[in-house]
């Protein structure tokens, strides 16, 4: 393999041990009492599509608080930061690593059900620790015990918090081999599962079951908790299908230029772990055809010997934005069917290439059969800049519009 700078945080499995009988499951449930509407939280992002691969936020934990930077990830639902207990696989410098205090959780209690959800935690010591071991797409992992601690947030209506929030304290760690480990110390999960750190803002009654994310092209943008921020007109909605773990919607089809691909039914996910898109073979190898025939007779030419991404292309000099050969490419569209209007996500050029070091043109689009999806797409963080994307867990729906990612939106 090349050295891909790319990460594909998109959980794979949980693996839990075969359970007990006997075990406690409880469901993990809200006490909302019905006082002043949810709040929103806002947090800047850093880090960019390539070279990084990431976007990242910056979050205090403990008390006295330190920071801690969190890959942002709707692919998986887990919270978890690379931990001192002692660590093997860390990457950052011990003192940059978190320090569990006697705050790990026990496995009956409910989060811990709720992190195993819809098994039962390995429980044969009720006051045993909470394991867990999550696995991504990418082959990366993280193993190590759930604890619980102090969160510092201010919420756009001025008031302070510090809700007690569970994550995982990672202490066994395996970055793919493929490309270096981020620079970040952990993975936040945004997912739909009931361990989501969105789900327990919202079990908390101190936000709406809503994120939502604007990437820019620039590098950046902005992460928010509730709906506060989103705009009262001018997004597409499309229903999540229910009954996925991910952030999965359509049926899709899959338009090139505005014209019909023969490529329908398409599932596809939004996954901000995920710096690519990835399509299946068959809609891969169609699109990887039709921008090839696009090309055809137009100065760019193969460059085989640039490993960033498996194609990329050479200008007569080298380019420094995609911005100079947007117009030698299409834009690709996925037009959702089952939405009330023809809801489109346009793709445009920007939102699919990169420029690698050497300047040449690369493809953002993956194959994802090769590493194992089936008949899943993903749409990852390079198809989702210059847009605020919606994730609406209270009305099951997913929405995008176009959006300037690089203001942090005032309340
Ligand atoms: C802000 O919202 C939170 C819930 O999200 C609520 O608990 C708090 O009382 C609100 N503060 C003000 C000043 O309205
Ligand atoms: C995509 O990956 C699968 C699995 O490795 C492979 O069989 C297929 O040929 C690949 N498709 C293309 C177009 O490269």
Redesign the pocket.
Known sequence: MNSRLSLLLILFLIIVPESIQGSIFKTFSSTLSSKPPPSSLVFPLSGNVFPLGYYSVSLQIGSPPKKFTFDIDTGSDLTWIQCDAPCTGCTLHPSLLYKPKANTVPCSDPICSALHWPNKPHCPNPKEQCDYDVEYADQGSSMGALVTDQFPLKLINGSALQPRLAFGCGYDQNFPSAHPPPATAGVLGLGRGKISVLTQLFSAGLTKNVIGHCLSSNGGGFLFFGDNLIPSGGVSWTPLMSHENHYTTGPAELLFNGKPTGLKGLKIIFDTGSSYTYFN?KT??TI?NLIGNELKGKPLKDAKEDKTLPICWKGAKPLKSVLEVKNLFKTLTINFMNSRRNTQLQIPPESYLIISKTGNVCLGIL?G??IGLQDSNVIGDISMQGIMVIYDNEKQQIGWVSADCDKLPKK
Do not use: D, G, I, R
Request: hydrophobic share 15%.
């Open positions: 073979s891969y190898q990887v194959n059969s090769e």
